[in-house]
């Protein structure tokens, strides 16, 4: 008899999970379970999306995933793609500071210096924060704790190389990353080979660097959300061998993976069921299969699950089943985030506008006009990283806003975001003159906020749900919030499913 698994949740880690059940590269065999995704959207395919602005298709979620990752780039090998993938078109990014754009310089390992005369040059840190990197050549500051599990960024960076560097460098890109703050972020999950670095004696810079050259591990958490600058920061650290590019696309967008494996799986037999979210799971009877997914269009019967959505979400339907795992999930919190894409016409877009976009800091001010702190916490020249977006006479622009703790962006409806950020963008890279066109995707509570002993936490609720019956869960919230840690995860999840219900026909102990 042919096992059911039900994937709750069809964004890219659920259809990925949905494709390992059916046999991943190999493809379906004897013994493959029949699959069924349920998505509460009315599309799959989670927040990678597609917009239309002016009278193109672009990205509205994720632009491009790493490449010094394979899990992305395996992917889309599998699916027949290799020949639509598009290697980044440039690097490096500019920050804003005191006003004014300045470049980042090279010998950043995600936006943590390794050398010092390139940030003092870069006159980013400004005299005294220079003046404090500078301590840590001459007289390096110990780590006086000892070993530990785990330290937020923030605090960890700063004991090293000085405040500045963590408000100018590091959260903006890190802490950009997730849409979070470093002040609370867990080392150990978004980057813990600074864990590692922080307990040698010596130069912090000295040692990370060293680090980086080796091709140490960076982290899972590190695996890159859109936005300008991200994982290239990392310049130097390639292991010996040819270059990789540093990040990928698809010829027609991120956004068109969905399409294209959901189009796959539908070829293997996958029933993929959009606008029917679960509502609650109900265990099956003697007799039946071991779970029923109760929605509106009437029960999915299931003999394994894979839950593939938020962490809230999750524990919203394992609460009736295990009150511990329901209880750590909803221990993560979430940011939400809202992505506005503008197009110009060439001349409107100033001249010398170098790498791939422009970091805001966390509280800078605004023109008294617009009064507060600026809206936009990270601008992408689209068009410029991506070769196969350009088009004559246009410049595509997208900024992203919001925070965790900002709820400024929902306050606003579409108009009025764009218009605001069509106003900043002019202090912020001398952009002149209206936008033709624009759209505005919201991502509401999508962006969970790995807080420190995150690993711990994900490390309960995994040993929660073993305790459940063929049940595993995958996405964003647990090990990775970039496109390749989401794959890989729903590849796990798909496999531990596959383990249990082989153990249950044999008769052995549920493995998951």
Known sequence: M????????????GLTAAWELTGGA????????SVVVLEADERPGGKLQTVTVGDRTVDAGPDGFLGRRPEGVDLC???????????????????????????LPPGLALGVPTRYLPIARSKILGARGSLRLLVDVVAPRRDLRGPLGDRAVGPLVAHKLGRRVVERLVDPLVGGIHAGTV?????????????????????????LRRAVARGDRGGP???GRDGPGGEDQEDGSGTPGPAKPLFWTLRDGVGSLPGHLTAALVERGVTVASGRPAERLRRGGPGEPV?????????????????????????????PHDAESAALLRAIDYASVAVVTLEYAEESVPDGLTGTGLLVPRGSPAPRELGGELLVTACTYLDAKWPNVGQPGRRTLRASVGRFGDDRPAG???DALVSRVAAELEVLLGVTGAPSAGAVARFTQSLPQYRVHHLLRVTGIEAAVRRLPAVSLAGASYHGVGI????????????????????????GASLS
Not at 2 to 11: A, I, N
Not at 77 to 103: F, N, T
Not at 291 to 319: H, I, K, N
């Open 77 to 103: 090998r599998e699916l027949g793609l290799e020949d639509e993938l598009v290697p980044i078109a440039l690097a490096g990014a500019a920050v804003w500071v005191g006003g004014r754009r300045r470049d």
């Open 183 to 207: 002040a609370d972020m867990s080392t150990a999950a978004v980057y813990p080979l600074l864990l590692a670095v922080a307990q040698q004696r010596g130069s912090f810079m000295r040692h």
């Open 291 to 319: 779970w029923a997914v109760e929605t509106a269009g009437g029960p999915v019967a299931a003999d394994g699950l894979v839950l593939a959505l938020p962490a809230f979400r999750a524990a919203d339907l394992l609460a």
């Open 26 to 33: 190999a493809g379906p065999g004897p013994d493959t379970p």
């Open 484 to 507: 390749p840690a989401c794959v890989a995860s729903g590849r796990t999840a798909a496999r531990t499913v596959i383990e249990a219900l082989t153990g249950q026909r044999a008769g």
């Open 412 to 414: 606003l409806d579409d």
């Open 221 to 223: 958490g590190t695996d």
């Open 2 to 13: 042919v096992d059911t698994v039900v994937v709750v949740g069809g964004g890219i880690s």
